[in-house]
């Protein structure tokens, strides 16, 4: 059972562009929100996160958008640089769980071309 | 890269054989996970840890077992490895208390199982 859907796959975006990943998930009890970022030969790292109090939260060139009705969220990259090029994933974590009720979803290999 | 410490970062098994990964930690964290990354499968979670002898199951638990005797260190091990346990294995933390789902990730470790 895959609770967190993430699409696409893959993405190849020139540089200056927008990046735009989705992800969506079943669960209505998930109330924690974030995206990793992961280069090649390394850990990810926690990128940006929103609860579902707010519908869009932003940090630099980094925007997730919320839509709790749909089940929805997304991560925009404004301004894509060959720097961004980097797998993301997106999770889901469920209220008091702690990091163990942390889902994940399957990763987004992005890369910007110069 | 939150004091976290992989060993080794990268090793090659036969089938049948068993293995231990480490990770060390330098900060006193409470909340310690393992983690195997697969192509197409993303993040999953194999067991955690919520303190000294602490240990739960995660998602991906058959074949893997855990232990955690001092609070720095949190040990994984393939009593018989499978080449289906062929993956990155990454350690991670995470600060402050339970309800902190912010997670930092180690740099990896690169089995494979022959």
């Known amino acids: 059972q895959q609770q967190v859907k993430q699409s696409p796959q893959s993405l190849i975006v020139q540089k200056g562009g927008i990046s735009i990943i989705n992800c969506a998930y079943e669960?209505?009890?998930?109330?924690?929100f974030p995206w990793y970022q992961q280069f090649p030969g390394k850990g990810p790292a926690l990128l940006i996160a929103i609860r579902p109090d707010v519908s869009e939260k932003k940090e630099g060139r980094f925007t997730i958008s919320f839509n709790k009705s749909a089940k929805q969220f997304s991560l925009h990259i404004m301004d894509s640089q060959p720097g961004d090029s980097a797998t993301y994933f997106c999770a889901a974590n469920s209220p008091g769980g702690g990091a163990d009720g942390l889902t994940f979803g399957k990763g987004t290999h992005l890369i910007i071309q110069p | 890269d939150a004091g976290i410490t992989q060993s080794p970062r990268h090793k090659v098994t036969e089938t049948g054989t068993p293995v231990t990964l480490r990770c060390h930690q330098t900060?006193?964290?409470?909340?310690m996970y393992w983690y195997r990354q697969d192509p197409g499968h993303g993040l999953r979670l194999i067991h955690y840890?919520?303190?000294?002898?602490?240990?739960d199951k995660g998602e991906v638990s058959d074949g893997y077992s855990v232990s955690r005797s001092k609070t720095e260190d949190f040990l994984l091990t393939l009593e018989s490895a499978t080449s289906s346990q062929t993956s990155v294995y990454f350690c991670?933390?995470?600060?402050?208390?339970?309800?902190?789902?912010?997670?930092?990730f180690g740099s990896g470790t690169q089995l494979s199982v022959l």
């Open positions: 840890s919520y303190g000294v002898k602490d240990t």
């Open positions: 991670a933390i995470s600060e402050g208390d339970r309800d902190d789902e912010k997670l930092f």
């Open positions: 669960n209505t009890a998930f109330d924690y």
């Open positions: 900060e006193n964290h409470r909340y």
